[in-house]
Structure formats: structure tokens, C-alpha cells
């Protein structure tokens, strides 16, 4: 359960953070957007962004325009408005999302990355297994495949999504990220930090663990492929992923399709009760699945 | 048109920033010193939202292929047209063939390059920021390189006057160790009061990460409120659970190095921020390098909004003074 009363904290004059609560949970980051929705909808002057991330949430405003009291008010309005999750429903796109594991490139740049792990003898997945409990890899892949993901956060980079499977609590995974971040990253790749996969927009620096590549890109700044033609992003908060993991032979087919410009995600879309996914995560999973095989 | 004979150690485009794609994960870009390039553009009659050139530690070498007034603000780095001292803070007609080039930085960091009209690349999301790091706005996306032509821009709202200078009084100060103010906030709890208190009393030194993404401070030790970790966080007693970085906001990753987060930082992450440098002193640290010192201030948010209206009156006083001369 998280705390009655956010807690409001400025940072400088020009951001206003907020937290829901310390640690992550499934219904606080739903009320995460169903606050940071409702402030979407009111336009308030003086606002120029307004950043939902897992448990908390951030906005940046003019103190020209709107003053901090005032705007702390609008936070406390919408904070209130939306306390019962009953009457909130989210409209999300479910995603198709094809993943390779334990791929030669993100191997390759974790086995460069050896000296800033906790584990240097051995691979970032066989680490993650092992401390989960896991007594193979494959069966480690299989739990992190078995449910949905949320799209809790977006942001670091453009493009970056948080992901927060939908499970209950004894069932998610969890693991520390590096000791000391990696200088490289694989575009595409798909990290494992605290309880949250990533999945890296450009190569660059990263302090997840590395279990995979994803075929399909999520930035795009070029707007070339179709499900980029609004956002050279992809990823959006709300999104609901479900991993699916491939061999090389369709990682390759569907590269392909990503390089001759035709690649188009697989999404359904569905508008669901929140407490539906909150108070029962694996009948939400299954309604999920059977909306993606239709 | 303006050919870049030399492009400097690094050289963008920057204007007032990208605001409103935070939640994507795009960061404001735009001008680290926001008042030297508002000058900038003044002097040479142009809309502060007008593009100039931010030159890094080095300066560039330019051309120019048309008569053209132009400013150099900022840093104190000589600067040369066709080999002769021309004076900084100040309108300075150029001819078609003139080169201005730089000599070795004294003071400061950054130099912003003001021509009328402003640089003209083609705004991407309502700016003409460049954000280098994803190849986005600016010219091409990236740095300056020997060889790229510019355009000149048409934000010019009035005609200059050659020979204009900033009076002293309105040219900020580089030489002393730069004082930053700080509210303290966000994560600051999870600090130990007396980390909090060493924080703020300690003299902090510059290390050579310091770009536009944010500045690394070496000096002593933090430490955390121990603590068993909340679920997701992560187990360094730095880590929270993922969330929003505001520009300006000081994270300290293990404890060790404070980074200030600038322009082109990462939107959100994992470590603990601690306070948040105002935005009227952003521009303080965009002229500190490797090496110099710096001190933390705690204030409170009213002397914040304090000193950021002092920063806006002195930019109207500087364009009022510029109208009248």
C-alpha cells in the first residue's frame, strides 16, 4: 500500500517532484498516470512538461507565469481527484515484443565490462539466474517472459522505456545493477536494473544487466518506419510489452523488415480497470495474452 | 553565409532550449550560459530566442561571406578579426572575407558567437538547439567541422549600432570560485545531516568530466542514511526507485563525485538527487572548467525566485541601455 499524502519537494524554481511512494508497486505507478493525466488534461499555464516516471512524478514550470504555491495546489487537486482507482480506466497498447537472448552482441560488451560486476566469471543472465533462485538460464528467461510489462517510465534518453512486469510481488525479479556503469551499450539492448527491464534506445553508457537484443527499434529519429510517424519514439507510460523470445533466424527476418522500412509492431489496444491488474495481476496477464493472439 | 574555416574543441548551435519533450527523454538543450548568449544576441539587435554559437574552451575560426555585425560574449577569449583585437561584450561590424578567430581562454569557459539574424538550421521540435548525443537539431545534428557553411537567420528585431559595449557593471565576474545555490530537496533525506552539513561547507573541485551533460565535483566523501533498501530501488544506499532529474539537480552516485546535471543530461535514473542548483546560476557553472573550485549555498525558494528575478532585471536593464545607445 503506498502513503495517503504524497510528498512534494521543489526542485530549484523551476521543477516541483513528487513522490507516491519509496518503493515500486504495480498501483503506484498507476496512480502516477492517472494523476499526471488529469494535470495533461487541465493545460495549466505556466506548465511546460509534466514527467510521470515509476513512482513519482515531476513538473517543470514557469515561476513567471504560475506561482509554486499555486501550482502546488493543482498537484493537490489532482492528487485528490483521482485517490479511487475504481473509476479510472486506462485505454493501453499491447505490444508484441520480440527479444533475443543472451545474443553475441550484448555478450560481447558485458564480457568487455567484466571488471564492473559483481560477478566477473559470469555472464550477466547466469548471475541474475543464480541470485533469483534459477537453476538454469532458460528457466530465468521463462519467468521473465511468463507475464506482461507495463511501460512505468519513459525517459534517461529519448525513447528509453521502463518496463515493470505485472506479477505479484513474490514473483518479480529483481537485480542490482552494475557496481560501476559500462562506458558501452548495444543499441537495442535490453537491461535488468533494480525491478525494471530497459531497453536501450542508442549505444551508450549503461548500468543494467544485459540479457538480449531486441530486433525492432524504439527510436527512430528519422521517423522512417510507420509506427514512428507522431513520435520518433515508441515507447509510451501505459504501454503494456510482452517479451517474446526468438531465435536468430527471426531476429534476422525481422531486421530485415526493420531495414527495408516495412517493420510495423504487433499492438492491440484495450481499456481496462486498474485494480483489475493490481488485485489480480495473472487473470489481467491472461486477458492480456488472449488480446494479443486474437 | 559563414564558412568554419576551424571548427574549435567543440562547437554547437544553442538557442533557448527544447522545452516540453522532458517526458520523452529528450533534455532541454540550449545555451549553458543563457545570459551571455541573451547579451550576445542583443548586442547585435536580435530576439533572444535568436540561434547563436556556443565555442568550448577553444574557439573557432570563421569566415564570413557577407558584411555582417555580429557580438562575442561569454568567456574571456580574445577574439581576432583578421589577426586584430576586437573587443568582447560588443557590436562589431564585419566585411565579407573578414576571419575572426580566438586566442587562449583567461576566464570562463564558453564563448557565445552572436550574427544578426541568428544562425539559421532548421528548428527540429521548435528549436534550433543541438542535441548531439541522439544527432538531433542544431547544424547536422553535431559539433562544427572544418568545411560546414551556415546561414544567417532573420530573428533580427532591430538594426545594431557598431561600436556598442556592455558597460562593465552588466559583464559578470569569472575570476573568483564560483558560488552555486543550491535548494536543498528531492532526496536530500536519505543523506546523513551531517553529510548534508559537509556538503555545503566543503570546497568542491572541478574534474575534467565536466560537458554539457552535467559537471562531476570531486572533493569529499557523502554518506547515506543506512537503510534496508525500498523494492526496486536497487542496493546502493544512493539508488531510489527510477525517477525525473530537474536541470540543475545534484545526484551523488555512491556517495562519491556530486554531478550537477545540465542541458543535455539524462531526464530520470536511479541515484538519489540532493538539491537543485537555481537556474539563474546555471550560467555560473557553465563558466567554470576543470580544476576550478565551487561552493554549494543553501538557500530557500523564495531567495531563489529572488535572484531569479535580479538575473531577468539585469537582462532588461542591459536591453534597455542597448535600445538607448
Redesign the interface.
Known amino acids: 500500500m503506498i502513503h495517503s499524502t504524497p510528498r512534494y519537494t521543489y526542485g530549484g524554481d523551476e521543477f516541483i517532484f513528487v513522490e507516491l511512494s519509496e518503493e515500486m508497486s504495480l498501483e503506484a505507478n498507476i496512480r502516477v498516470m492517472a494523476i499526471t493525466r488529469e494535470l495533461q488534461e487541465h493545460h495549466i499555464r505556466g506548465v511546460s512538461d509534466i514527467c510521470p516516471a515509476n513512482a513519482s512524478y515531476m513538473v517543470r514550470y514557469d515561476p513567471d507565469v504560475i506561482s509554486p504555491e499555486d501550482l502546488l495546489r493543482h498537484l493537490e487537486a489532482a492528487d485528490r481527484s483521482t485517490t479511487d482507482l475504481a473509476h479510472v480506466s486506462l485505454t493501453s497498447r499491447v505490444v508484441d515484443f520480440p527479444i533475443l537472448f543472451d545474443d553475441p552482441w550484448t555478450r560481447e560488451a558485458l564480457m568487455r565490462a567484466r571488471d564492473r560486476h559483481q560477478d566477473p566469471n559470469s555472464t550477466d543472465l547466469e548471475y541474475a539466474a543464480r541470485i533469483n533462485g534459477f537453476s538454469s538460464t532458460e528457466a530465468f528467461i521463462e519467468a521473465l517472459c511468463r507475464a506482461p510489462y507495463i511501460v512505468s517510465m519513459t525517459g534517461f534518453v529519448p525513447g528509453l522505456p521502463w518496463c515493470f512486469q505485472i506479477a505479484p510481488r513474490e514473483e518479480q525479479i529483481e537485480v542490482p545493477k552494475y557496481v560501476r556503469p559500462r562506458t558501452y551499450t548495444p543499441e537495442r539492448a535490453f537491461g535488468f536494473g533494480g525491478a525494471f527491464v530497459a531497453i536501450y534506445p542508442v549505444e551508450g553508457a549503461g548500468g543494467y544487466q544485459l540479457f538480449g537484443i531486441s530486433p525492432s527499434p524504439i527510436f527512430d529519429r528519422d521517423q522512417r518506419l510507420p509506427d514512428f510517424r507522431e513520435s520518433m519514439v515508441f515507447p509510451r507510460p501505459g504501454d503494456i510489452y510482452w517479451f517474446r523470445p526468438i531465435d536468430m533466424k527471426e531476429y534476422e527476418a525481422i531486421r530485415a523488415t526493420v531495414e527495408n522500412g516495412t517493420f510495423r509492431y504487433r499492438i492491440r489496444e484495450i481499456t481496462f480497470n486498474p485494480n483489475d491488474a493490481i488485485r489480480d495481476p495473472a487473470g489481467f496477464s491472461a486477458a492480456v495474452k488472449g488480446e494479443l493472439e486474437r | 553565409m559563414i564558412r568554419v574555416v576551424k571548427p574549435g574543441l567543440s562547437t554547437t548551435v544553442q538557442d533557448l532550449g527544447r ?8 533534455p532541454p538543450s540550449g545555451a549553458l550560459d543563457k545570459y551571455s548568449h541573451t547579451v550576445a544576441n542583443l548586442l547585435v539587435g536580435n530576439d533572444p530566442a535568436a540561434a547563436t554559437l556556443e565555442a568550448t574552451y577553444l574557439g573557432p575560426e570563421l569566415e564570413f561571406r557577407a558584411d555582417l555585425r555580429f557580438a562575442v560574449c561569454g568567456a574571456d577569449m580574445p577574439a581576432f578579426l583578421n589577426g586584430q583585437p576586437i573587443p568582447l561584450w560588443t557590436a562589431v561590424a564585419a566585411r565579407s572575407g573578414d576571419v575572426l578567430s580566438f586566442g587562449m581562454l583567461q576566464k570562463g569557459a564558453r564563448s557565445y558567437i552572436a550574427v544578426e539574424g541568428g544562425i539559421e538550421v532548421p528548428p527540429v521540435m521548435g528549436s534550433r538547439s543541438t542535441y548531439a ?4 537539431g542544431g547544424h547536422e ?1 553535431r559539433a562544427l567541422k572544418a568545411g560546414d557553411m551556415l546561414e544567417k537567420g532573420d530573428l533580427q528585431t532591430r538594426a545594431p549600432r557598431e561600436g556598442v559595449a556592455v558597460p562593465e557593471k552588466w559583464r559578470p565576474n569569472f575570476a573568483e570560485a564560483a558560488e552555486l545555490h ?2 536543498p ?2 532526496y536530500v533525506h536519505r543523506l546523513t545531516e551531517e553529510s548534508k552539513q559537509e556538503f555545503f561547507a566543503a570546497e568542491w573541485t572541478v574534474t575534467p568530466e565536466a560537458n554539457r551533460v552535467g559537471y562531476r565535483y570531486k572533493g569529499i566523501r557523502l554518506q547515506f542514511v543506512d537503510r534496508p533498501q ?7 544506499p544512493s ?6 532529474y ?4 545534484i545526484q551523488v552516485p555512491d556517495g562519491v563525485e556530486p554531478i550537477v546535471l545540465l542541458n543535455d543530461a ?5 541515484y538519489a ?1 540532493i ?6 546560476d546555471l550560467d555560473r557553472i557553465a563558466q567554470t572548467r576543470t580544476n576550478q573550485k565551487a561552493k554549494f549555498v543553501e538557500i530557500d ?1 523564495a531567495e ?2 529572488r535572484r ?1 528575478r535580479e538575473r ?1 532585471t539585469r537582462i532588461l536593464e542591459v536591453e534597455s541601455f542597448l535600445r538607448q545607445s
Open positions: 522545452p516540453g519533450y522532458y517526458s520523452i527523454g529528450l548525443l541522439c544527432g538531433i545534428g543550491v535548494v530537496g528531492l525500498p523494492f526496486g530501488a536497487g542496493s546502493n539508488n531510489v526507485v527510477d525517477c525525473g530537474p536541470i540543475g539537480s539524462v531526464t530520470g535514473g536511479g538527487t538539491g537543485t542548483v537555481i537556474s539563474a525558494l531563489a525566485l531569479r531577468q
